[in-house]
């Protein structure tokens, strides 16, 4: 078996393992079934919220003015 360590705040530890109590669960057990999950399906049980990527200005510029177009999109910037 292996072993696995991870640094948290205690505070969110506390209350995940007090959640997890009331329905039924460890933390070991419930960070296994997560683990297995990741493992089956191939992917997380949750969705990622989407991330802004921001460029640097040398990057903007090797941008096709339709590629550029969808950059500011993204960000949310529709006036240019």
Known sequence: MARI???IRYETKDRAQEVLKKI???MTGAIKMYLKYVV???KLPFRLPKVKVLLSREEEFKLTPE???KYLKSLGKTNW
């Open 24 to 26: 039924g669960f460890t």
């Open 40 to 42: 089956e399906k191939g």
């Open 5 to 7: 360590e991870i640094r």
């Open 67 to 69: 590629e550029f177009g």
